[in-house]
């Protein structure tokens, strides 16, 4: 049973043990009055939480991944969004490939009449240089004025043998006036097809075949590159007479490349 003194302020101070022989005194520990009847308790610490928080990844939404697309799309929309009627000035360069034909050349003789001599025509592949305006009434329709040159040169020789005869030309000069179809009314990427007529003159340094008429026909594309410009592929066939002595009906395949500059 241990000893407790009782002490004016309310408290009570213990004193020990009792033991036989004397009392073993005790470190003294002051309590308050009906410490005893209550219940102990300690408080517990809250965790520590740290105040950085943890990285989060986030992905993108579907909109963001729609935005650089769409945005690419309207950019190149725009390039196109001017509405006619505007013109356009285009420069290209390209091949010519001419075919040949054949014919008959008349001897040259004292006493008349003289006879003739069968004759076949060749051209030489080269390149050409295409340039011109294209008004653009309406989304669709068009109407173009172009001039070429190819320094093809035409060579004359007898069919039974590689003898030359007659002059050999080596300059064609083209005029056209065609109709342009547009098969898309806007966008970056325009197809079209396109015929027409055409004035076709060989030449020498001192010799013309004349101006021969014929008609051209052909497709190709106008892609945008910036406002205003783009990029013109095509290829046409010009169909015109021979020159001179050459009979027949000659094909010339242009494939071209170049340039439209549009003025609004």
Known sequence: MPILLGCPDGHFLFVGWPQLGGIRPRASVTMPLGARNAKSHREVPEPMISKASPRRITMPSVG????????????????????????????????????????????????????TVPVAGSFSKTGRIFAGLRVRATRHHAFEFGYSFSP?????????????????????????????????????????????????????????????VGFNYGGGADISVVRNVAVRLEVRDIVAAQPAPVQGTSHDVVPSAGVVIRFK
């Not at 027409?196 to 004349?210: A, D, I, K, P």
């Open 64 to 115: 963001s991944l729609l935005l650089l697309p769409a945005t690419v799309l309207f950019f190149s929309l725009s390039l196109y969004s001017q509405t006619p009627p505007f013109a356009e000035a285009f420069i290209e360069g390209g091949g010519s490939f001419i075919t040949g034909g054949s014919g008959t050349v008349s001897l040259v003789c004292v006493t008349p009449p003289c006879g």
């Open 152 to 212: 093809n040169h035409l060579r004359v020789t007898q069919a039974s043998s590689p003898q030359d005869v007659g002059p050999g030309y080596n300059r064609v000069h083209n005029f056209n006036f065609n109709y342009v179809a547009y098969l898309l009314g806007r966008g970056p990427f325009q197809p079209f097809v396109s015929a027409g007529l055409v004035v076709n003159r060989f030449t020498q340094t001192s010799v013309t075949n004349g101006n021969q």
